[in-house]
């Protein structure tokens, strides 16, 4: 079952995540007010859905709402959603194959829509 979760994090702060069963599929920065967790999952469930994706480690570059994939210095990939304003609301774990940070990206984006959301703060 595909799911969010806003959770404390440092400081007194919230994050996001994005799980499938309870593996972590994609996770937010710290968020001061926890209103701003939740804007980042509506956020997500109204833009990853047929969001583009820019390959950036063959030189692609994208604009808008778009999954990035990245490539980490050690030589695995991670992707990152990116709002409209260029600023990364969640990103995954490196994986060893580029296609696996892919399937990521498209599993959120096909699931996150009717995921229900479980506030563990």
Request: proline share 2%.
């Amino acid at each position: 079952m595909h799911k969010f979760k806003i959770v404390s994090g440092a400081n007194d702060q919230f994050r996001v995540q994005f799980l499938y069963n309870s593996e972590i599929m994609v996770w937010s920065e710290n968020y001061k007010a926890k209103s701003s967790a939740q804007n980042c999952i509506d956020s997500m469930k109204k833009n990853t859905p047929g969001a583009p994706l820019a390959d950036l480690s063959k030189g692609k570059e994208g604009s808008g709402y778009r999954w990035e994939i990245v490539e980490a210095k050690n030589g695995e990939f991670f992707n990152r959603f990116v709002a409209s304003n260029g600023e990364t609301m969640v990103r995954s774990e490196t994986y060893t194959t580029k296609v696996n940070a892919i399937k990521c990206a498209e599993s959120v984006s096909s699931n996150c829509l009717g995921a229900p959301t479980e506030d563990e703060t």
